[in-house]
C-alpha cells in the first residue's frame, strides 16, 4: 500500500568517504615486514637435539641448555618482527597462526616465566595477538589464550589492554 | 589533604582565584558557580554566572586582572569581569562551528586561546579601539578537536594536545600586544601560526598537555595510558611511558622533573622524568588509604565468591581512593610549577581534593619528588 516508488538509492551511500575532513592516517614507510620465521619457529618448537647445520640453533647454543629453552626461544623468535605496518591481511593471518602455534605447545605453569621473560613492548604486542586470537576463536584456543591473557594481564595491567583497544595499527 | 564533595553531578571544569578562597567550577550544565570558602571545610555559593547556551567546558580565572573566561558548547566564550558585586559578561565571537573545549590565559593575561571541536585554536585578545575582543585562528595542521592547551611563560609559544593523537607547539604572537619575542629552546623564529613541535608515537587522544616552569619542557598524558615528556632542543627528544593503569586525563608539572597525573583510575600518581637518561619512572600512588579493619570472611561467603567469581579472595569491591570517580582536572594551588606545595584534583564524582605535597613526601617511604 505505502510502496516507496522513488529511488532510495541514495540510504546506501557512505558519505563519510567523500567528507573532505576525513581523518586518514598518516602512511608510514611500510618496512620489510614479513612476520615471524614461520621456518625458525617450527624448528625452535620441535625438541630434538641441536643440529649443527641449523644456523640459528647456533646462535641460540649458549641460551638453550635444556629442551624447555627450545619453547622459550621460540617464543620470543615469534614476537619479533610483527606485521603491524603492512596491510596485507595474509601476512597478518600467517603471523596470527605462528603465534597461537606457539602459545599452545607452552604448559600451563611455563606462561608465567614466559611473560616475566618479555620487555613492556613485547607485553603489549602478546596481548595484541592474544586479542587477535580472541576474535576467531578455534576448538580450544580460547582456553588456552585466556590463561595467557591472565598472566600477560598481571605484568602489563589495564595499560596494556587500553594500548590494545587504542592502537591505529594492529598486529 | 582534604576532600570536599560540592555536588553528586561531576564537576566539568574549575578554576582558582588568586588568593585561593574562591573557586569557579561548573556543576555539568550552563552555568559556573563561583564558591567561597568560609572558615574550617565550609564553602558557600556566592555567584551564579548565567550566559552559556550550552555546557560550559573550560574555565580560567586570570590572577592580576582578575577576569573569568569560560567557554562551552553553545560554541562561544565569555570574558567575565566583577563589577562591584556582580559578575559581568562580554561575549567574545570565536568564528568556530562546533564546541569549544578548553581555555586558558596566558601568563601575562593580555590574551587566550580556546580549543574547539572545529579543528582550530582561536587565539583572542583585546583591541583597544573597537573595545571589543578579536579572534585569530590557528588552523594547519591541526586534524582533529584540540582537547587541551597550556601556555609558555613567555606568553608566545602554546602547547595543544588534540584528538588526532599529537601533540603540537605553536607560536601565538600577536604583534599588536607584545613585541617580539627572545629565541627559546623550541626555536627561534616565531610568526603567529607557526608550528614549533610535533609529536609522533602516541596512539590516543592527548587529554592534557602541561609546559614545565621553565617552558623547556612538555609533557602530555594520551588515551593509550602514556606519559610522555619532550625537551626542547635542536633534536627535540621525546621519552614515553606506558602506564599499566587506565588512560589520564590530567597532568601538571610540579618540579622541573616530576610530574603528577590522574586520570580514570581515581587517584594522582606521581612520574620522575630523567633528562640525561632520557626516561621516565612511576614515583608511586599518591593516595592515602584509610586503613580499613580486615573483615575475616564466614565459610559461606568463601564458597559464594568461589561459585560466583571464581575466586576465593577477599577483595572488596569499594574504590580505596578519595575520588570516587574519575578526576578530570588537576590545578596547582600553592607554588607554581617548578615548586608547587599543593595542588587541587576535581573529577566526575562531583568532589574537590586539595593534596599537600610535604604531607604525602612524609607520609609515603620510597617517594622522592626531585
Redesign the interface.
Given at each position: 500500500m505505502a510502496k516507496n516508488t522513488l529511488s532510495s538509492r541514495f540510504r546506501k551511500v557512505d558519505i563519510d568517504e567523500y567528507d573532505e575532513?576525513k581523518?586518514v592516517d598518516e602512511q608510514e614507510e611500510a618496512a620489510e615486514q614479513q612476520g615471524p620465521d614461520e621456518a625458525e619457529v617450527d624448528s625452535l618448537i620441535r625438541q630434538y637435539p641441536l643440529r649443527e647445520q641449523d644456523t640459528l640453533q647456533k646462535k641460540k647454543q649458549q641460551l638453550i641448555k635444556s629442551l624447555n629453552w627450545d619453547n622459550m626461544a621460540a617464543f620470543h623468535a615469534a614476537l619479533r618482527n610483527p606485521p603491524i605496518n603492512t596491510k596485507n591481511q595474509a601476512v597478518k593471518e600467517r603471523a596470527q597462526g605462528i603465534v597461537l602455534k606457539v602459545l599452545t605447545s607452552f604448559r600451563s605453569s611455563e606462561i608465567e616465566q614466559a611473560v616475566k621473560s618479555l620487555d613492556?613492548?613485547s607485553v603489549?604486542l602478546l596481548m595484541k595477538y592474544i586479542y587477535k586470537g580472541f576474535e576467531k576463536p578455534s576448538d580450544n584456543s580460547s582456553a588456552i589464550l585466556l590463561q595467557w591473557h591472565e598472566k600477560a594481564f598481571a605484568v602489563?595491567?589495564?595499560?596494556?589492554i587500553?594500548?590494545v583497544l587504542?592502537?591505529?595499527k594492529t598486529v | 589533604m582534604s576532600y570536599y564533595n560540592f555536588l553528586l553531578e561531576p564537576i566539568s571544569c574549575h578554576a582558582w582565584n588568586k588568593d585561593r578562597t574562591q573557586i569557579a567550577i561548573c556543576p555539568n550544565n550552563h552555568e559556573v558557580h563561583i564558591y567561597k570558602k568560609e572558615g574550617g571545610d565550609k564553602w558557600s555559593k556566592i555567584h551564579e554566572l548565567k550566559e552559556h547556551n550550552g555546557q560550559v567546558t573550560g574555565i580560567d580565572w586570570a590572577p592580576e586582572s582578575n577576569r573569568i573566561v569560560t567557554c562551552g558548547t553553545d560554541r562561544n566564550a565569555y570574558v567575565w569581569t566583577l563589577k562591584g558585586n556582580v559578575w559581568r559578561p562580554t561575549l567574545v565571537i570565536l568564528r568556530i562551528n562546533r564546541a569549544a573545549r578548553c581555555v586558558k590565559w596566558s601568563p601575562k593575561e593580555n590574551k587566550f586561546a580556546v580549543g574547539s571541536g572545529s579543528?582550530l585554536i582561536s587565539i583572542c585578545y583585546f583591541e583597544q579601539e573597537n573595545d571589543w575582543w578579536v579572534c585569530k585562528h590557528i588552523k594547519k595542521p591541526i586534524?582533529?578537536t584540540v582537547l587541551s592547551l597550556d601556555w609558555h611563560p613567555n606568553n608566545v609559544l602554546l602547547a595543544a594536545g588534540s584528538c588526532?593523537?599529537k601533540c603540537r607547539i605553536f607560536s601565538a604572537y600577536i604583534k599588536e600586544v607584545e613585541e617580539k619575542p627572545s629565541p627559546t629552546p623550541w626555536g627561534s623564529k616565531m610568526p603567529f601560526g607557526e608550528l614549533m613541535f610535533e609529536s609522533s608515537g602516541t596512539?590516543?587522544w592527548v587529554h592534557s598537555i602541561c609546559f614545565s616552569g621553565s617552558g623547556g619542557r612538555v609533557a602530555w598524558v594520551s588515551?593509550?595510558?602514556?606519559v610522555a615528556v619532550a625537551t626542547g632542543s635542536k633534536n627535540t627528544v621525546i621519552s614515553s611511558l606506558?602506564?599499566?593503569?587506565?588512560?589520564l586525563l590530567g597532568v601538571t608539572f610540579i618540579t622541573e622533573n616530576s610530574l603528577v597525573a590522574a586520570g580514570h583510575d581515581c587517584y594522582p600518581m606521581l612520574y620522575v622524568y630523567d633528562e640525561g637518561k632520557g626516561t621516565i619512572t612511576f614515583g608511586g600512588k599518591l593516595d592515602i588509604p584509610k586503613q580499613n579493619a580486615q573483615r575475616g570472611m564466614t565459610a559461606r561467603e568463601r564458597f559464594q565468591n568461589l561459585d560466583k567469581k571464581a575466586s576465593s579472595e577477599t577483595e572488596k569491591a569499594t574504590l580505596e581512593s578519595v575520588h570516587k570517580n574519575s578526576i578530570s582536572q588537576i590545578s596547582i594551588l600553592e607554588g607554581d610549577k617548578s615548586k608547587c606545595r599543593k595542588f587541587c584534583t576535581t573529577g566526575m564524582d562531583g568532589g574537590m581534593t586539595i593534596w599537600d605535597v610535604k604531607t604525602l613526601e612524609s607520609s609515603m617511604k620510597d617517594l622522592k619528588i626531585i
Amino acid at each position: 500500500m505505502a510502496k516507496n516508488t522513488l529511488s532510495s538509492r541514495f540510504r546506501k551511500v557512505d558519505i563519510d568517504e567523500y567528507d573532505e575532513n576525513k581523518f586518514v592516517d598518516e602512511q608510514e614507510e611500510a618496512a620489510e615486514q614479513q612476520g615471524p620465521d614461520e621456518a625458525e619457529v617450527d624448528s625452535l618448537i620441535r625438541q630434538y637435539p641441536l643440529r649443527e647445520q641449523d644456523t640459528l640453533q647456533k646462535k641460540k647454543q649458549q641460551l638453550i641448555k635444556s629442551l624447555n629453552w627450545d619453547n622459550m626461544a621460540a617464543f620470543h623468535a615469534a614476537l619479533r618482527n610483527p606485521p603491524i605496518n603492512t596491510k596485507n591481511q595474509a601476512v597478518k593471518e600467517r603471523a596470527q597462526g605462528i603465534v597461537l602455534k606457539v602459545l599452545t605447545s607452552f604448559r600451563s605453569s611455563e606462561i608465567e616465566q614466559a611473560v616475566k621473560s618479555l620487555d613492556k613492548n613485547s607485553v603489549d604486542l602478546l596481548m595484541k595477538y592474544i586479542y587477535k586470537g580472541f576474535e576467531k576463536p578455534s576448538d580450544n584456543s580460547s582456553a588456552i589464550l585466556l590463561q595467557w591473557h591472565e598472566k600477560a594481564f598481571a605484568v602489563g595491567g589495564l595499560g596494556s589492554i587500553v594500548r590494545v583497544l587504542t592502537a591505529r595499527k594492529t598486529v | 589533604m582534604s576532600y570536599y564533595n560540592f555536588l553528586l553531578e561531576p564537576i566539568s571544569c574549575h578554576a582558582w582565584n588568586k588568593d585561593r578562597t574562591q573557586i569557579a567550577i561548573c556543576p555539568n550544565n550552563h552555568e559556573v558557580h563561583i564558591y567561597k570558602k568560609e572558615g574550617g571545610d565550609k564553602w558557600s555559593k556566592i555567584h551564579e554566572l548565567k550566559e552559556h547556551n550550552g555546557q560550559v567546558t573550560g574555565i580560567d580565572w586570570a590572577p592580576e586582572s582578575n577576569r573569568i573566561v569560560t567557554c562551552g558548547t553553545d560554541r562561544n566564550a565569555y570574558v567575565w569581569t566583577l563589577k562591584g558585586n556582580v559578575w559581568r559578561p562580554t561575549l567574545v565571537i570565536l568564528r568556530i562551528n562546533r564546541a569549544a573545549r578548553c581555555v586558558k590565559w596566558s601568563p601575562k593575561e593580555n590574551k587566550f586561546a580556546v580549543g574547539s571541536g572545529s579543528r582550530l585554536i582561536s587565539i583572542c585578545y583585546f583591541e583597544q579601539e573597537n573595545d571589543w575582543w578579536v579572534c585569530k585562528h590557528i588552523k594547519k595542521p591541526i586534524r582533529s578537536t584540540v582537547l587541551s592547551l597550556d601556555w609558555h611563560p613567555n606568553n608566545v609559544l602554546l602547547a595543544a594536545g588534540s584528538c588526532d593523537f599529537k601533540c603540537r607547539i605553536f607560536s601565538a604572537y600577536i604583534k599588536e600586544v607584545e613585541e617580539k619575542p627572545s629565541p627559546t629552546p623550541w626555536g627561534s623564529k616565531m610568526p603567529f601560526g607557526e608550528l614549533m613541535f610535533e609529536s609522533s608515537g602516541t596512539d590516543g587522544w592527548v587529554h592534557s598537555i602541561c609546559f614545565s616552569g621553565s617552558g623547556g619542557r612538555v609533557a602530555w598524558v594520551s588515551h593509550d595510558s602514556t606519559v610522555a615528556v619532550a625537551t626542547g632542543s635542536k633534536n627535540t627528544v621525546i621519552s614515553s611511558l606506558r602506564s599499566e593503569t587506565l588512560p589520564l586525563l590530567g597532568v601538571t608539572f610540579i618540579t622541573e622533573n616530576s610530574l603528577v597525573a590522574a586520570g580514570h583510575d581515581c587517584y594522582p600518581m606521581l612520574y620522575v622524568y630523567d633528562e640525561g637518561k632520557g626516561t621516565i619512572t612511576f614515583g608511586g600512588k599518591l593516595d592515602i588509604p584509610k586503613q580499613n579493619a580486615q573483615r575475616g570472611m564466614t565459610a559461606r561467603e568463601r564458597f559464594q565468591n568461589l561459585d560466583k567469581k571464581a575466586s576465593s579472595e577477599t577483595e572488596k569491591a569499594t574504590l580505596e581512593s578519595v575520588h570516587k570517580n574519575s578526576i578530570s582536572q588537576i590545578s596547582i594551588l600553592e607554588g607554581d610549577k617548578s615548586k608547587c606545595r599543593k595542588f587541587c584534583t576535581t573529577g566526575m564524582d562531583g568532589g574537590m581534593t586539595i593534596w599537600d605535597v610535604k604531607t604525602l613526601e612524609s607520609s609515603m617511604k620510597d617517594l622522592k619528588i626531585i
